[in-house]
Structures are given as C-alpha cells and as structure tokens.
C-alpha cells in the first residue's frame, strides 16, 4: 500500500431496524428480522473498530436489508425482500430516496473526494454471514473478497490472508468465500465508477457464530482481523 492510499470503512448490514412507518408490512415478520436474513451480526462492531484504528472515514446503515438491501444494485431482484414486494410502489420509491440512495451517494462521494486528491481509496465493506446455510456448514472464520480482475484487489487480500493466519488463533480464512467478489454488490458498483488506480474494494466477511458466541472468540478474531491489517497497510 501507498502513503497516499486513504481506508474508507462501511457497513450495509449493521442492524434490523425497521422505521415505525414501515412496520405494518412486517406484522407477522418480526422473528426474521432477528436472523442473518434481517442484518448482519458483527458487521457493525468490526466496522467501527476498523474505522476507529485506521482513523477513516466510516459509514453505516442499521435500517435492515429486507426494508432495503443497500448492498444491492437498483433493478437487483433482492433489492426488495419477499416482505417488501407486497408493499405500495410510493413507498418502496420513498424508501430508495431516503434510505438507500443517499447512503450510497455519500459514499460514492467520498471515493470521488479521494479521488480528486490523487488519492486511492481502499474501502473495507464490513459483513457477515451464517454459519450454516440451506444444510451446508459453511468452512470458514473469516472471508476476503475481491474482484479477480483487480490485481492490487488481489494482492492486499493475498497479504492480509497470510497475515491473518501467521498467528497463533488458528482461524481459517478464505478467499472469495463464501461468495464470490465480483457479484452485485456496492463494491462491484464502485469498481465501475473508478480505476483499479482510484479505487480498491474488499468485502470482509466473519463468520457469525462468534459474533453470537461473544466472548473471548469475539474479541480474539476482531483483535486478529484488525492487527493483520494494520501489517498490511
């Protein structure tokens, strides 16, 4: 990394709360918004703790995804989750002018701002996932993605791998798992934006069971996760 590289710090998933004006489409509901599928468990946690130590610029979101994933191009089929489609096209519309569009406008701006400086950015996009997921255990403690077409992408995941696994936790990381980096995300929309030269994006997957979990596992992988970064930078 460069002396002129700027981290930038979000989190799309980081709560499941739904505005009181939206709350009568999830009558019946409300158990779903306490799973994977309503938010992501730690994401927000490690967010602001990356944010905090890198000292970047950080944001968030803790409307949940099945109001509006905000990880989600426009015209994504699960821009809207199945609760969502049932709802009126005015506020499904005001519900993209207020929640995701402004959030991904701010964003956008601060790659841009960078940018303009002659600065990269490298944005770290704090998620989670399920440990398990339609049967499959999903093998893995922590997951980069990236685009493979994006060399540097590459490179800084290669590096912060090795990093993460020279200690002594023991925690299994794996590339591109378990997605892949270069599907639809705010990433991949920003990829389009910029140059590899202007913009870096990474997704940083944790498994969710040690969010759940707490404890000292908890704390130990986000010391982990952080402190092989801070090698890397």
Not at 18 to 45: S, V
Not at 100 to 124: C, F, M, S
Request: proline content about 5%; some cysteine.
């Amino acid at each position: 990394m460069d002396r002129k590289d700027r981290f930038l710090i979000t989190c799309e998933h980081g709560g499941n709360r739904i505005p009181q004006r939206y709350r009568h489409y999830f009558l019946g509901h409300e158990a779903l918004l306490q799973t994977h599928r309503g938010y992501d468990p730690g994401a927000l946690t490690m967010a602001r703790e990356l944010a905090q130590a890198l000292a970047a610029p950080f944001f968030y979101s803790t409307v949940s995804r099945l109001l509006i994933d905000l990880n989600r191009s426009i015209g994504h089929p699960r821009l809207y989750s199945d609760v969502m489609r049932k709802a009126s096209r005015p506020d499904r519309n005001q519900i993209l002018e207020q929640y995701y569009l402004p959030y991904r406008r701010k964003v956008e701006a601060a790659v841009e701002e960078a940018a303009g400086q002659g600065r990269r950015v490298i944005h770290i996009a704090s998620h989670s996932f399920t440990p398990q997921l339609d049967g499959e255990i999903r093998n893995a403690d922590i997951g980069l993605l990236y685009d493979p077409q994006r060399p540097e992408e590459k490179a800084i995941c290669l590096r912060w791998q090795e990093a993460l696994t020279a200690g002594s936790q023991n925690f299994r990381v794996r590339r591109n798992y378990p997605y892949i980096g270069n599907s639809d995300c705010l990433c991949s929309y920003l990829r389009r934006r910029f140059t590899p030269g202007e913009y870096v994006g990474i997704e940083l997957e944790i498994n969710q069971r040690h969010a759940l979990a707490g404890g000292h596992s908890w704390r130990a992988l986000r010391e982990t996760v952080l402190g092989a970064l801070l090698q890397v930078r």
